[in-house]
């Protein structure tokens, strides 16, 4: 309960702002550290304050932050809640922010539990908030595994075997020096271990990536030569109420300007710009825009008309689409059939003027991810944030121990940071420390009288 | 004859037990089987090793005997780990397995409020759950208002060699056969143990012309704190390092079936140490490595015999014979006293307090190898925590409790009674979460205030504690103080370091890890003894890893703060998991603290626990 944690309170990617919330000893100190405005730190409580989220010199949002000064609030502690635009983009990456600053993420239901034990709602309205703690740690805690994906999971768990070895074999050192027999961990092998292991784990970074993808959303681009229906079938999968659109130019790091949601699949479209302000200058970007846009997105919609045949400039794009994930989707079934749709592959015929078959885009684009089978919910979106925020950690360790071995730190030293790092991967696939340590030094290492 | 405590067992636990209770004014009897076998060393001649020898110097900082007897007794000692950083550094001596005893009971004897009597310990009498006396197997009962149980292996103990077991304890001496059935009938969960010890091999039937000489230091080393060395440097006695070979495998691994653990015997219900397995477990276990490292120690000064350590077996005398003589150099040894393997009962230390007493019994205590620990220094240390506790509990106050960042006597305690064993437990540096903050040369600045203010340390040798703390401030303060300028660069150059450009602080220039803290202190006003500036250099080099360990034991501070009621009903809460609340049920943790280290205990077990704790 000492610890300040932090959580973001709006649903994903539906609505116009999102609220991170904060609370807890440190919660202003925190914010304060990724806020712009600096009157915010000593600001009367019960206001609110404009300003913008900073990553070091980047600007991450225009955001109002609310202060709440225990102990009128609802978890009777100090609460900052964080407006921000919805993008998911955005909001996850203010979460990572005050995680990275010394927050730690809510657990399911923490505000409520810290609301009932600080005496701010009672026992029968903190039982109910107890189940639901119950029933969703047993669900965090499978998400969180399969959020880093199973691959990524056993990934994570080698690298903690590897790093236990290296742990065990200086403990055997210390615990039993005069076994001149047994190997002596060195700088040296430590330092060759210390880098394979920060390749392995960017590559964590990436292999988890199918995983934030489903959290955070899918960059999405929509490519095609002029006049094929872009626009039409962006503005049916836009429809009325289904997408919101942020746009605050220059303050993300990444081009996503509309997000889409069909049924649990999250789309940040990227540069839509060209599609959407088209009405007079029909569909403005052509092919070389799509190439370019075709390196920076995770998936591509790759847009051709069912009543022409496939052109020169169609092929080009489909040349540069081979090696990435991309669904076909061939527009205007309205009309006759004149492509030959023997060269496409993942396609789904559509109709967006009669709004024809257009959900199969999302089970095309979830297969393609295979998808399927993860559940959805809020809890993994945040178990994502998580596990990139220990992962950070992690990276921080390494280059901890990097420090201590130049600065010629002796061995015991430079393994509390090792340490570190096998519990901050034990964290992620939710291991802990336990006698595994041991049973790992006196299996690989014979020793005794 | 009536006693305040009553201590069962005269060995490493025994007698610091008995020692604190009676140093403490509480008339004390020690009960052993056999008076000259008090402080007796059955398996390896030597005090400390790695963490073990740290207790060392955390039991003489609280007032114990060990440092100070083993100061008496060396036959050589040296600091391990020397090279890989002040928090592991520990010291270990090879120490005189007559000496050792001969000083103890010399102590014992001269101890105010304090008899001995040789007699077999059959039951603790204990009407309406809490100690009244003791009942001898002569038919004899003493009256004590309080027992620590001190038995070592000799609670059920069998020595088992090849295919045969008979009921022994240790060299031969008297088993206890009753006390054990009787702690059971009481309700004790018993644990059978087993642990083993190698061949004492004729010194002069030794070729020792092929084996590599391990020395002592060539420094002075004094496990107390208190005492000037008591030996002379050149005069150490050596140990010998030497390996076994294939031919050693071979007979060993031919006559495997004849080993007691390997289907000599059918009916091992013990469970062996993992750190200390058989030779026999070694070549199975690790069959690819060539050969086995081997020490010839010896035993004593007064006697012939040389301790085989690495060698321990329960194979049969002629399987052991034919081993002993594939090694190279004892070709033609005689072997003095044959290996064995030995089982006994042990109580589950879950059913302890943090005070070391039981909890189904008022003013029972249990220390040492009873707990299912394994090793001198473990059991001696738990000796003198459950003498402090038991006297304490006697005069109506607080327990003495050690936490897991104050000592290494704390992580053991709490491990034992927190996580349980599964095999007989020995301290291991890497046990330690805060190590750094645990190291051989602040034993006294963490426990000399505890040792003083529970009697056990006089006021003379506390005003000379108090006199190093203060000096080691004031070294720090001139450190911090005292400052080098770019006019000192010729001597820094001398040291191989960056010159200056700016005034740099002595304190800040010992940050750097080439320079020695005797390479400043003609820089400074006052002098300084070693040990002080050994202070100045560790706070000053390792301040960032020693203030994360700071900041990391100061959590756990917070966690063991809050208490968990005694009664609390863990059936009541219906979302326990099974497993963490038959586990809670069995440790009742004190703390949350504590709660959270049960192995099964998981995070969301301890927020229904702190939730139920705030609706109670």
Redesign the interface.
């Given at each position: 309960?000492?610890d300040t944690i932090a959580a973001i309170s709006t649903a994903q990617g539906v609505g116009a702002i999102s609220i991170i919330r904060v609370s807890g000893t440190d919660a202003i100190k925190i914010v304060s550290k990724i806020f712009s405005n600096k009157k915010f730190l000593g600001a009367p409580s019960h206001t609110i304050h404009y300003g913008y989220i900073m990553d070091g010199d980047e600007r991450i949002d225009e955001v109002l932050v609310t202060i709440m000064r225990a102990p009128k609030t609802f978890t009777k502690e100090d609460i900052v809640e964080i407006n921000a635009h919805g993008g998911i983009m955005t909001t996850d990456k203010i979460l990572e922010l005050l995680l990275f600053n010394g927050c730690r993420l809510a657990?399911p239901g923490e505000f409520t539990?810290r609301a009932?034990?600080n005496g701010r709602i009672d026992?029968t309205e903190?039982e109910g908030v107890?189940?639901l703690?119950?029933s969703k740690?047993d669900i965090s805690r499978k998400i969180a595994l399969n959020q880093v994906g199973g691959k990524v999971s056993s990934m994570i768990s080698d690298l903690r075997d590897e790093l236990a070895g290296i742990i065990a074999n200086i403990?055997v050192?210390?615990?039993?020096?005069?076994?001149?027999?047994i190997e002596e961990m060195t700088i040296e092998k430590i330092n060759s271990n210390l880098s394979e292991l920060e390749s392995k784990i960017d590559k964590i970074l990436k292999e988890s990536k199918n995983g934030e993808i489903l959290t955070n959303g899918i960059k999405t681009a929509i490519v095609g030569k002029p006049n094929v229906g872009k626009s039409s079938l962006l503005n049916r999968l836009i429809g009325e109420d289904k997408a919101i659109v942020t746009d605050i130019q220059g303050t993300t790091r990444d081009s996503v300007e509309a997000t889409l949601r069909i049924d649990n699949l999250i789309l940040n479209l990227i540069d839509t710009a060209g599609i959407r302000k088209t009405e007079d200058v029909v569909e403005s970007i052509g092919v070389d825009k799509s190439l370019k846009l075709i390196d920076e997105a995770d998936v591509i919609l790759f847009v051709v008309n069912y009543n022409e045949k496939l052109s020169h400039d169609d092929l080009v794009i489909l040349d540069k689409l081979k090696d990435k994930n991309y669904i076909t989707i061939v527009n205007k079934t309205d009309l006759d059939k004149k492509i030959d749709d023997d060269k496409l592959s993942n396609v789904v015929y559509v109709s967006a003027l009669n709004d024809d078959n257009i959900d199969e885009i999302g089970n095309k684009i979830k297969k393609l991810f295979d998808l399927e089978k993860i559940e959805t919910t809020d809890l993994t979106y945040l178990t994502s944030a998580r596990s990139v925020a220990i992962l950070r950690k992690v990276l921080d360790s390494v280059k901890a121990v990097r420090k201590g071995i130049e600065?010629?730190?002796?061995?015991?030293?430079v393994e509390?940071d090792l340490k570190d790092i096998w519990n901050l991967l034990g964290e992620i696939i939710g291991e802990s420390y336990?006698?595994e340590?041991?049973?790992q030094?006196?299996s690989r290492f014979?020793?005794?009288? | 004859m009536e006693y305040e405590v009553i201590v069962v067992g005269g060995g490493h636990a025994g007698c610091e037990a008995a020692l604190a209770c009676a140093r403490k004014g509480h008339k004390t009897l020690l009960v052993t089987g056999n008076i000259n076998n008090i402080a007796d060393m059955p398996?390896?001649p030597s005090i400390g090793g790695?963490?073990k020898g740290i207790v060392v110097r955390e039991i003489d900082a609280l007032g114990g005997e060990m440092g100070n007897n083993a100061d008496k007794s060396l036959l050589q000692i040296k600091m391990?780990?020397t090279?890989?950083?002040?928090?592991?550094r520990s010291l270990r001596a090879q120490a005189d397995k007559i000496t050792y005893p001969k000083n103890m009971l010399k102590t014992l004897e001269s101890t105010d409020n304090l008899d001995i009597q040789e007699a077999l310990v059959k039951d603790v009498l204990t009407p309406d759950n809490k100690v009244s006396g003791v009942l001898l197997e002569a038919g004899e009962v003493i009256k004590t208002k309080a027992v620590i149980l001190t038995t070592g292996t000799y609670m059920n103990a069998d020595i088992m060699v090849g295919d045969t077991r008979h009921r022994e304890g240790p060299h031969g001496e008297k088993p206890s056969n009753y006390l054990s059935d009787n702690l059971a009938k009481k309700g004790f969960i018993i644990k059978r143990l087993k642990t083993?010890?190698?061949p004492r091999i004729a010194k002069d039937s030794i070729d020792f012309s092929e084996a590599k000489r391990?020395d002592g230091d060539s420094v002075y080393h004094t496990f107390s704190f208190d005492n000037e060395p008591m030996y002379d440097i050149d005069k150490q006695v050596p140990c010998y390092?030497i390996?076994t070979n294939n031919e050693t495998h071979k007979i060993i691994r031919d006559n495997l079936n004849k080993s007691s653990m390997y289907g000599g015997l059918s009916d091992i219900k013990g469970v062996g140490?993992?750190?200390?397995?058989s030779i026999e477990?070694?070549i199975v276990?690790?069959s690819d490595?060539e050969?086995?490292?081997l020490?010839l120690e010896p035993e004593s000064l007064y006697y012939d015999d040389i301790y085989l350590?690495?060698f321990?077996t329960s194979m049969p005398y002629d399987v052991q014979e034919k081993m002993v003589h594939s090694l190279p150099g004892l070709e033609k040894a005689k072997i003095l006293k044959y290996a064995y393997a030995i089982e006994y009962d042990a109580i589950y230390p879950t059913q302890l307090k943090f005070n070391l007493e039981t909890k189904l019994i008022e003013n029972l205590f249990t220390a040492g190898q009873i707990n299912g620990t394994s090793g001198y220094e473990e059991a001696a240390c738990q000796g003198l925590m459950a003498g402090i506790n038991a006297c304490l509990k006697l005069e109506g106050k607080e327990p003495f409790i050690l936490r897991r960042d104050e000592a290494y006597i704390g992580v053991l305690i709490d491990d034992l009674i927190t996580?349980g064993i599964?095999d007989p437990y020995r301290l291991?540096?890497?046990?330690a979460e805060y190590?750094?903050l645990l190291r051989t040369d602040n034993a006294d600045l963490r426990l000399r205030e505890y040792g003083h203010k529970f009697g056990l340390v006089s006021d003379e040798k506390y005003e000379s504690f108090l006199n190093k703390k203060e000096n080691i401030e004031k070294a720090i303060l001139e450190f911090k103080e005292k400052r080098l300028t770019p006019k000192n660069n010729d001597y820094l150059e001398t040291l191989g370091t960056k010159l200056l450009k700016d005034g740099v602080s002595l304190y800040d220039l010992l940050r750097r890890?080439?320079i020695k803290v005797e390479d400043l202190t003609k820089f400074l006003d006052n002098e300084y003894d070693s040990e002080v500036l050994e202070q100045v250099s560790i706070s000053a080099k390792?301040e960032g890893?020693i203030n994360?360990?700071l900041r990391e034991a100061e959590k756990l501070k917070?966690l063991e703060n809050k208490k968990i009621p005694e009664d609390i009903d863990y059936d009541e809460m219906h979302?326990l998991a099974s497993e963490a609340k038959q586990k809670l049920k069995e440790v009742r943790p004190l703390t949350i603290g504590q709660a959270m280290r049960i192995?099964g205990v998981n995070?969301?077990d301890i927020?229904?626990l702190?939730?139920y704790m705030?609706?109670g």
């Amino acid at each position: 309960m000492d610890d300040t944690i932090a959580a973001i309170s709006t649903a994903q990617g539906v609505g116009a702002i999102s609220i991170i919330r904060v609370s807890g000893t440190d919660a202003i100190k925190i914010v304060s550290k990724i806020f712009s405005n600096k009157k915010f730190l000593g600001a009367p409580s019960h206001t609110i304050h404009y300003g913008y989220i900073m990553d070091g010199d980047e600007r991450i949002d225009e955001v109002l932050v609310t202060i709440m000064r225990a102990p009128k609030t609802f978890t009777k502690e100090d609460i900052v809640e964080i407006n921000a635009h919805g993008g998911i983009m955005t909001t996850d990456k203010i979460l990572e922010l005050l995680l990275f600053n010394g927050c730690r993420l809510a657990e399911p239901g923490e505000f409520t539990k810290r609301a009932f034990l600080n005496g701010r709602i009672d026992l029968t309205e903190a039982e109910g908030v107890m189940d639901l703690i119950n029933s969703k740690t047993d669900i965090s805690r499978k998400i969180a595994l399969n959020q880093v994906g199973g691959k990524v999971s056993s990934m994570i768990s080698d690298l903690r075997d590897e790093l236990a070895g290296i742990i065990a074999n200086i403990e055997v050192n210390i615990d039993y020096p005069e076994y001149e027999d047994i190997e002596e961990m060195t700088i040296e092998k430590i330092n060759s271990n210390l880098s394979e292991l920060e390749s392995k784990i960017d590559k964590i970074l990436k292999e988890s990536k199918n995983g934030e993808i489903l959290t955070n959303g899918i960059k999405t681009a929509i490519v095609g030569k002029p006049n094929v229906g872009k626009s039409s079938l962006l503005n049916r999968l836009i429809g009325e109420d289904k997408a919101i659109v942020t746009d605050i130019q220059g303050t993300t790091r990444d081009s996503v300007e509309a997000t889409l949601r069909i049924d649990n699949l999250i789309l940040n479209l990227i540069d839509t710009a060209g599609i959407r302000k088209t009405e007079d200058v029909v569909e403005s970007i052509g092919v070389d825009k799509s190439l370019k846009l075709i390196d920076e997105a995770d998936v591509i919609l790759f847009v051709v008309n069912y009543n022409e045949k496939l052109s020169h400039d169609d092929l080009v794009i489909l040349d540069k689409l081979k090696d990435k994930n991309y669904i076909t989707i061939v527009n205007k079934t309205d009309l006759d059939k004149k492509i030959d749709d023997d060269k496409l592959s993942n396609v789904v015929y559509v109709s967006a003027l009669n709004d024809d078959n257009i959900d199969e885009i999302g089970n095309k684009i979830k297969k393609l991810f295979d998808l399927e089978k993860i559940e959805t919910t809020d809890l993994t979106y945040l178990t994502s944030a998580r596990s990139v925020a220990i992962l950070r950690k992690v990276l921080d360790s390494v280059k901890a121990v990097r420090k201590g071995i130049e600065e010629n730190y002796p061995i015991d030293m430079v393994e509390i940071d090792l340490k570190d790092i096998w519990n901050l991967l034990g964290e992620i696939i939710g291991e802990s420390y336990d006698e595994e340590l041991l049973d790992q030094l006196f299996s690989r290492f014979c020793v005794g009288k | 004859m009536e006693y305040e405590v009553i201590v069962v067992g005269g060995g490493h636990a025994g007698c610091e037990a008995a020692l604190a209770c009676a140093r403490k004014g509480h008339k004390t009897l020690l009960v052993t089987g056999n008076i000259n076998n008090i402080a007796d060393m059955p398996c390896n001649p030597s005090i400390g090793g790695s963490a073990k020898g740290i207790v060392v110097r955390e039991i003489d900082a609280l007032g114990g005997e060990m440092g100070n007897n083993a100061d008496k007794s060396l036959l050589q000692i040296k600091m391990l780990n020397t090279a890989k950083g002040p928090a592991v550094r520990s010291l270990r001596a090879q120490a005189d397995k007559i000496t050792y005893p001969k000083n103890m009971l010399k102590t014992l004897e001269s101890t105010d409020n304090l008899d001995i009597q040789e007699a077999l310990v059959k039951d603790v009498l204990t009407p309406d759950n809490k100690v009244s006396g003791v009942l001898l197997e002569a038919g004899e009962v003493i009256k004590t208002k309080a027992v620590i149980l001190t038995t070592g292996t000799y609670m059920n103990a069998d020595i088992m060699v090849g295919d045969t077991r008979h009921r022994e304890g240790p060299h031969g001496e008297k088993p206890s056969n009753y006390l054990s059935d009787n702690l059971a009938k009481k309700g004790f969960i018993i644990k059978r143990l087993k642990t083993g010890t190698p061949p004492r091999i004729a010194k002069d039937s030794i070729d020792f012309s092929e084996a590599k000489r391990e020395d002592g230091d060539s420094v002075y080393h004094t496990f107390s704190f208190d005492n000037e060395p008591m030996y002379d440097i050149d005069k150490q006695v050596p140990c010998y390092l030497i390996y076994t070979n294939n031919e050693t495998h071979k007979i060993i691994r031919d006559n495997l079936n004849k080993s007691s653990m390997y289907g000599g015997l059918s009916d091992i219900k013990g469970v062996g140490p993992r750190y200390c397995p058989s030779i026999e477990d070694k070549i199975v276990r690790f069959s690819d490595k060539e050969r086995h490292q081997l020490f010839l120690e010896p035993e004593s000064l007064y006697y012939d015999d040389i301790y085989l350590q690495g060698f321990s077996t329960s194979m049969p005398y002629d399987v052991q014979e034919k081993m002993v003589h594939s090694l190279p150099g004892l070709e033609k040894a005689k072997i003095l006293k044959y290996a064995y393997a030995i089982e006994y009962d042990a109580i589950y230390p879950t059913q302890l307090k943090f005070n070391l007493e039981t909890k189904l019994i008022e003013n029972l205590f249990t220390a040492g190898q009873i707990n299912g620990t394994s090793g001198y220094e473990e059991a001696a240390c738990q000796g003198l925590m459950a003498g402090i506790n038991a006297c304490l509990k006697l005069e109506g106050k607080e327990p003495f409790i050690l936490r897991r960042d104050e000592a290494y006597i704390g992580v053991l305690i709490d491990d034992l009674i927190t996580k349980g064993i599964r095999d007989p437990y020995r301290l291991l540096t890497s046990r330690a979460e805060y190590r750094l903050l645990l190291r051989t040369d602040n034993a006294d600045l963490r426990l000399r205030e505890y040792g003083h203010k529970f009697g056990l340390v006089s006021d003379e040798k506390y005003e000379s504690f108090l006199n190093k703390k203060e000096n080691i401030e004031k070294a720090i303060l001139e450190f911090k103080e005292k400052r080098l300028t770019p006019k000192n660069n010729d001597y820094l150059e001398t040291l191989g370091t960056k010159l200056l450009k700016d005034g740099v602080s002595l304190y800040d220039l010992l940050r750097r890890p080439e320079i020695k803290v005797e390479d400043l202190t003609k820089f400074l006003d006052n002098e300084y003894d070693s040990e002080v500036l050994e202070q100045v250099s560790i706070s000053a080099k390792y301040e960032g890893y020693i203030n994360k360990s700071l900041r990391e034991a100061e959590k756990l501070k917070h966690l063991e703060n809050k208490k968990i009621p005694e009664d609390i009903d863990y059936d009541e809460m219906h979302n326990l998991a099974s497993e963490a609340k038959q586990k809670l049920k069995e440790v009742r943790p004190l703390t949350i603290g504590q709660a959270m280290r049960i192995s099964g205990v998981n995070p969301a077990d301890i927020s229904i626990l702190t939730m139920y704790m705030k609706r109670g």
